[in-house]
């Protein structure tokens, strides 16, 4: 359930009625937002919610305590029903600026990444991504360059003054990636990997999760709570395509997504084109539908020659078509309200 407090809460009523209800039991996850502070209560069993409801109701700071019937909780919109914004190094996701993160699908060598982060960076990108750690479907496609790709992230972020995002795919690599990384990505194949959520739950990094190309928004959702069960409430969701019968894209991007989760959850939204269309000369488009949708921001691939590229060349933007997508995406922004 979720108590919402009144507006002149003390800090000494917060901790009264937080132990009131860890001593029954339930898991206590705060909000405090600037005008209303509002707190999770995890783990009530059915039958007694009415009564704590009741007995909640009369502390006098208690403005309304409201049940919460879906399976995720603190992820939930009215937890937090002004919305989260997740600030990485000085750059905002969630805010009024839409983020750009981009970057190539891969890292494949200094050069590369280097000239690729520089040129995203002039061209307004706020974030770099590359992966080091692939997930391929083939067991025979290059896997990544592990640490040594982490390294070159990071001095690629003290160079370009970006911050950096790269997946993380085994809860035993969690505290090595965590030492690059300033945001950790969770991809579509590990969306149900729960070990490995609870773990990047336990670190304090945020976290991009990806929905699952085959997962409901309500499983995803709920993959989103087992990260912030455990403590981590930087979420960032990641809407990249899910799998239906049509093969001219990859995968199919869901826009429906974009102003269902803004409805159904606090969390920032990034939209990925890249991989919900597979095809470089759609995403673009699918980038400007989804801000005019409400996506808080964008994940492209952008690679110096993506017919050379070792990962997803097909989807990869060049530095042209990148600045392209940028001068598109400028007057999208502006007319729902925000800019980039
Ligand atoms: C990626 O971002 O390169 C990636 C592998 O994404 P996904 O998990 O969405 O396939
Ligand atoms: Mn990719």
């Known amino acids: 359930m979720i108590i919402v407090l009144k507006p002149t809460v003390t800090d000494e009523q917060v901790t009264e009625i937080s132990n009131i209800l860890q001593s029954r039991g339930l898991g206590v996850h705060l909000s405090r937002g600037v005008e209303t502070t509002i707190i999770g209560a995890i783990g009530a069993l059915d039958e007694e919610k009415a009564e704590l409801a ?84 083939s067991p025979y496609s290059f896997q990544g360059m592990g640490e040594e790709g982490l390294k070159l992230l990071s001095a690629a972020r003290d160079e370009t003054g970006l911050p950096v995002i790269t997946e993380v795919m085994d809860p035993r690599d969690v505290e090595l990636v965590c030492r690059y990384a300033d945001i950790l990505q969770i991809g579509t194949r590990n969306m149900t990997n729960f070990t490995l959520l609870r773990e990047v739950g336990q670190s304090r990094t945020p976290v991009m999760l990806k929905r699952g190309w085959a997962s409901t928004i309500e499983e995803w959702l709920q993959a989103a709570e087992y990260i912030a069960s455990r403590g981590n409430y930087q979420i960032i969701l990641c809407e990249r395509g899910i799998r239906t019968f049509e093969t001219y894209t990859r995968n199919t991007f869901d826009l429906n997504a974009v102003p269902a989760i803004k409805e159904l959850s606090h969390l920032p ?72």
């Open 54 to 137: 009741g007995q909640l109701g009369t502390l006098a700071y208690v403005d309304r305590v409201v049940p919460i019937s879906k399976p995720y909780k603190v992820v939930a919109r009215a937890f937090r029903p002004e919305g989260t914004t997740i600030s990485v190094r000085g750059v905002e996701i969630g805010g009024r600026r839409v983020c750009v993160m981009a970057g190539p699908c891969t890292i494949e060598s200094e050069e590369m990444l280097l000239s690729t982060a520089r040129f995203v960076r002039d061209q307004g990108a706020t974030i770099l991504r590359g992966g080091a750690f692939k997930p391929s479907t």
């Open 269 to 340: 939204l990034i939209a990925d084109p890249a991989h919900g269309t597979g095809r470089w000369s759609l995403v673009s488009a699918v980038a400007r539908g989804a801000v005019a949708a409400g996506a808080d921001g964008i994940m492209v691939e952008v690679h110096p020659t993506p017919q050379a590229a070792l990962k997803d060349g097909a989807q990869s933007l060049t530095f042209p078509t990148f600045s392209k997508l940028m001068e598109g995406l400028r007057p999208v922004a502006e007319a729902v309200g925000r800019d980039c």
